[in-house]
């Protein structure tokens, strides 16, 4: 299907899964917001309600002990995805953000507010140091990745405003693929109500 002649819902809205967007044809999804906003588990929700693969992101991005796959690398191993009929990715960041954008049928902004988000990412980021949580390719969180400043705490609280004005841009350019803002936690439900099972 092409997902660029698709309406546009408002901040907050839903599309029932009957109207605006024919939601039982999509299969190449961006779940999009800031640290925290439960990227991943609406991912997870997604690919098991549609049955569509999830690739969580983080493990594109990161080897082992916290080192950065070089971005020329983390580009062609989501081109080699998005060249797929089917996914779902939990984000996007510099250097290939247009590679998911120029295939998705839809992107999904979580657009919570800032305090919320950044209660959920505190907690998420307590739970973790406290467990031992593995986040992915054996890395865990550790004190002092908390405490540096390129801490996804750090990372929040600089980068809020600039991915929610990212999200209203990508919403109103008419080439790019349809984007759904969510404003909250029941915004979100209220739409999964009305998503098929397969």
Same mark, same amino acid.
């Given at each position: 299907m092409s997902g660029r002649q698709a309406g546009n819902p408002g901040a907050g809205?839903?599309?029932? /899964?009957?109207?605006?967007?024919? =939601?039982? $044809?999509?299969? @190449?999804?961006?779940?999009? !917001?800031? &640290? /925290?906003? /439960?990227?991943? =588990?609406?991912? #997870?929700?997604?690919? $098991?309600?549609? !049955?569509?693969?999830?690739?969580?992101?983080?493990?594109?991005?990161? $080897?082992?002990?916290?080192? $950065?796959?070089?971005?020329?690398? #983390? @580009?062609?191993?989501?081109? =080699?995805?998005? @060249?797929?009929?089917?996914?779902?990715?939990? !984000?996007?960041? &510099? !250097?290939?953000r247009d590679v998911p954008l120029a295939r998705a049928d839809l992107v999904i902004g979580l657009d919570y507010p800032r305090g919320l988000s950044f209660r959920w990412l505190l907690r998420r980021t307590l739970r973790r140091l406290s467990t031992g949580e593995e986040i992915c390719n054996g890395n865990r969180e550790s004190l002092g990745s908390v405490l540096s400043t390129e801490s996804v705490l750090m990372w929040h609280l600089t980068e809020f405003a600039r991915e929610r004005r990212r999200l209203r841009d990508w919403r109103a350019d008419p080439a790019g693929p349809p984007v759904l803002l969510l404003d909250s936690p029941e915004a979100l439900e209220r739409w999964l109500a009305g998503l098929p099972h397969r």
């Amino acid at each position: 299907m092409s997902g660029r002649q698709a309406g546009n819902p408002g901040a907050g809205e839903a599309y029932s /899964g009957q109207r605006d967007f024919p =939601t039982a $044809e999509l299969s @190449r999804i961006l779940v999009y !917001g800031v &640290h /925290g906003c /439960g990227k991943s =588990t609406l991912a #997870q929700r997604l690919s $098991e309600r549609l !049955g569509l693969p999830w690739y969580p992101v983080d493990d594109l991005l990161w $080897e082992p002990n916290w080192v $950065e796959v070089p971005v020329a690398r #983390q @580009r062609s191993r989501i081109e =080699t995805i998005c @060249r797929r009929d089917r996914w779902i990715l939990d !984000g996007a960041y &510099h !250097g290939w953000r247009d590679v998911p954008l120029a295939r998705a049928d839809l992107v999904i902004g979580l657009d919570y507010p800032r305090g919320l988000s950044f209660r959920w990412l505190l907690r998420r980021t307590l739970r973790r140091l406290s467990t031992g949580e593995e986040i992915c390719n054996g890395n865990r969180e550790s004190l002092g990745s908390v405490l540096s400043t390129e801490s996804v705490l750090m990372w929040h609280l600089t980068e809020f405003a600039r991915e929610r004005r990212r999200l209203r841009d990508w919403r109103a350019d008419p080439a790019g693929p349809p984007v759904l803002l969510l404003d909250s936690p029941e915004a979100l439900e209220r739409w999964l109500a009305g998503l098929p099972h397969r």
